[in-house]
């Protein structure tokens, strides 16, 4: 069964470092999304990504977050200048058809942030 | 603010029983109802979702939507150990992207 890879699956860093997390999304999906969820709190919603742009993003998504498709199967978050509130978890899922009920995410592994 | 609200639990059944899962949203809009489950440490995994009016079941899983009280609900019948977890409900309105509960505990207890 086709599914969502995530790396890498725990990453360190100290404040003010920049990250790339990486995810391959399920290969005839065609929407990218990136979610966050901090410890103990509910998934939160950061950008969505269709036909090479960014189709919607939360206020969550500030300057110092990017995100890029940088080859055909690949799908990156960045982010420049890390803080110690982004510790997280960070999902990246991927969708089909999203104007269509019923479509659904499938949310990958994640990648654990611990920011010193 | 689309809120999307669960009772956080613990909701604590025996093994055997029949366990049930609330959520309210407050768009009434909304459109396309899921429940995710999600073990400790790991990422929410697609349960069921509905999008009409009544039940939808799936083996041991029930959702219940009323849109007219904005409610949706899932039911577990022969809860097992393994269905011990954290529900998510999410709840699409017209946008695409889903709106989260905090999610409910559940714990099946032999």
């Known amino acids: 069964e086709p599914e969502v890879t995530q790396t890498p699956s725990h990453q360190v860093t100290q404040m003010g470092q920049e990250v790339i997390l990486r995810c391959v999304p399920i290969s005839n999906h065609l929407y990218f999304y990136w979610y966050r969820q901090i410890l103990g709190q509910k998934v939160e919603f950061l950008v969505s990504f269709y036909n090479n742009e960014i189709s919607e993003k939360s206020e969550i998504f500030d300057d110092q977050f990017s995100v890029e498709r940088p080859d055909g199967s690949n799908f990156t978050l960045k982010i420049r200048s890390t803080k110690l509130e982004d510790s997280a978890m960070y999902f990246c899922a991927s969708s089909q058809s999203p104007g269509h009920r019923g479509d659904t995410q499938y949310f990958g592994p994640g990648t654990r942030l611990t920011v010193l | 603010q689309k809120e999307v609200e669960q009772n956080s639990g613990p909701l604590s059944v025996p093994e055997g029983a029949i366990a049930s899962l609330n959520c309210t949203y407050s768009d009434r809009g909304s459109q396309s109802f899921f429940w995710y489950r999600q073990y400790s440490g790991k990422s929410p995994e697609l349960i069921m979702f509905i999008y009409s009016n009544g039940d939808k079941e799936d083996g041991r899983f029930t959702a219940q939507l009323n849109k007219a009280s904005q409610y949706v609900s899932l039911l577990i019948r022969d809860s097992q150990p393994s269905d011990s977890a954290t529900y998510l409900c999410?709840?699409?309105?017209?946008?695409?992207?889903?709106?989260f509960g905090r999610g409910t505990s559940l714990i099946v207890h032999p």
């Open positions: 999410a709840v699409n309105s017209g946008s695409y992207i889903p709106t």
